[in-house]
Each structure stands twice: as structure tokens, then as C-alpha cells.
């Protein structure tokens, strides 16, 4: 891993910016503006990766590519998470950012589910040249499974490993990690996890990615390998991607 360096790496859920109850891809057209133009206020180097929400799990769902291969469902996935990406990098653009979809199905290859390469040269290159890369969970090539799917959490993990980024936020549809009460659990630390597991589940949607506990598994997983923390919040708040933005500590903290 690089030195912890300057690099943010937001994530924004499906659930906030697709209708995730949908059967098929439908934005949530004022959020992603809403969220566009809390983004467009920061400095700094970010990294932005976008969930698929109904852009992605239904498809998934619909032709199994979890269990198994399947080219048409694979490829029917695949064109519909980078439609909600162009509509994404659209709405930064019109919000004044320099952003560039990058699609992990062209870049990336996993082996069982878990990246095994990425290329990421050009990420560094955008980086270094002012501009913002957009990249989004999706269905990749697998040279175990043929494709698999990647979740948007899994690259930021992934991404935060190999460049060495101090500031991780999830955005996401709950006030952060919720406990059994329905409150926000402020840290989660890997010796607290086993306890808190029992409250943390799947999506009330459809997510083929294990919803906050694929999410939280995924950070305290990061935070074991690399010491690096980071925070699940609620993106449907207005003002909580600014907030995070800005060095705010919101909703739950993944911590050592
Ligand atoms: N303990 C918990 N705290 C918060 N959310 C939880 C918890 N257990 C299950 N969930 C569900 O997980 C969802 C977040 O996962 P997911 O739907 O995959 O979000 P995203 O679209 O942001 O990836 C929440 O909206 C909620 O329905
Ligand atoms: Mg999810």
C-alpha cells in the first residue's frame, strides 16, 4: 500500500440515487443533482464510486449471475449499471465537475469475486490532472466464474488499499450502522464487530451484495489490512456528502 495520502473515495448507494424497489433502471434524478452539487463544492483530489440500485440488482437477480454464468444477463447488466453511470457523470458535468466514468468491466479482472487486477494507472493520471473519476459496481470478467459481480463497496476497498486513501465515505440510505434499537452505532472496531453483527443485515431492497453487512465486512476487512478508517453515512440527508466532504464526523466510524 502507498502512504496514507490525500485521495477521498465517496461512495454514493444505488439507494439513494436509483428507485431500488424498481424492476428495472430508474434514477432518482433530484438526489443525483442534489448530490452533484454538494460534490461540486469540494477541493481535492476524489475518487467518486456509485452503487447500481435498480440499475443492477434486479438484472443480477433476474438471470442468477451470482450463482452462475449467464453472457446475456451478464451483458444486459452490465449496459444498464453504465447507463446510470452516464446519467451520473452528466449531472457532475452539469454541476461543473471534470468527471470520467470509468467502467470496471473494462478495467478490471476477479478471480472467485474478490479483484484480483485493476488497472489503475489512468485513475492516477485523472487524479494528478484535476480530473474525477466515476467508477460504479458492476459485472466483471472472472477467471474462475467467467464474470462476477462487483460491488461498488468492494472497489472502494480495493481502491483505498492501493492508493493509500485516509478519508472513506459510504453513502448510503440509514443514519450509518444501525443498532437493534433502530440507533446509530458511532464505531465499529474489528474486537466490537462479532458483537454487533447480529443487528446488521442485508438490503430492505434488492442487492446482491449483501446490503450493510456486505458493506460493513468489506471496511472492517480494509481496516484490518491497512489501518485505514472510514464512514458510513446517510446520503438521502441533504448536506451529509458536504458534511463528510468537508472533515465532518458523521453517522458510524469503521475503526482499529
Ligand atoms: N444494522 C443496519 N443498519 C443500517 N442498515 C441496515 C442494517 N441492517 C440491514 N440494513 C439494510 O441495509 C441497507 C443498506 O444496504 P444497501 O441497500 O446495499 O445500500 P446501498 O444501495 O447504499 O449499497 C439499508 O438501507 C437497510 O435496508
Ligand atoms: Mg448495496
Known amino acids: 500500500m502507498n502512504a496514507l495520502n490525500d485521495i477521498t473515495i465517496l461512495k454514493i448507494g444505488g439507494s439513494i440515487i436509483t428507485d431500488k424497489d424498481a424492476d428495472d433502471g430508474a434514477p432518482n434524478n433530484s438526489e443525483i443533482k442534489r448530490i452533484a452539487g454538494e460534490i461540486s463544492k469540494h477541493h481535492g483530489k476524489l475518487i467518486v464510486v456509485h452503487g447500481a440500485g435498480s440499475f443492477g440488482h434486479p438484472q443480477a437477480k433476474k438471470y442468477a449471475l451470482n450463482k452462475k454464468f449467464d453472457a446475456k444477463g451478464a451483458l444486459i447488466t452490465h449496459i444498464s449499471v453504465k447507463a446510470l453511470n452516464h446519467i451520473v457523470v452528466e449531472s457532475l458535468a452539469n454541476a461543473g465537475i471534470d468527471a470520467i466514468g470509468v467502467h470496471p468491466m473494462g478495467s478490471t ?120 478508517n472510514s464512514r458510513i453515512f446517510n446520503a438521502g440527508t441533504s448536506g451529509n456528502v458536504s458534511r463528510f466532504l468537508d472533515g465532518a464526523n458523521i453517522g458510524t466510524v469503521i475503526t482499529k
Open 109 to 228: 479482472v476477479s478471480g472467485d469475486g474478490r479483484i484480483a487486477q485493476m488497472f489503475i494507472e489512468n485513475i492516477h493520471l485523472m487524479l494528478d490532472n484535476g480530473f474525477i473519476p466515476v467508477l460504479h459496481g458492476d459485472v466483471v470478467m472472472d477467471t474462475k466464474l467467467g464474470t462476477s459481480i462487483l460491488s461498488g463497496d468492494q472497489i472502494v476497498t480495493y481502491l483505498a488499499m492501493q492508493l493509500g486513501s485516509a478519508r472513506i465515505g459510504i453513502g448510503s440510505a440509514k443514519d450509518g450502522v444501525l443498532d437493534d434499537k433502530g440507533d446509530t452505532i458511532a464505531a465499529i472496531t474489528s474486537s466490537n464487530f462479532k458483537d454487533i453483527k447480529q443487528y446488521i443485515g442485508g438490503s430492505e431492497s434488492t442487492d446482491v451484495t449483501g446490503g450493510m453487512l456486505g458493506k460493513v465486512v468489506e471496511l472492517v476487512r480494509l481496516c484490518e489490512m491497512s489501518n485505514i
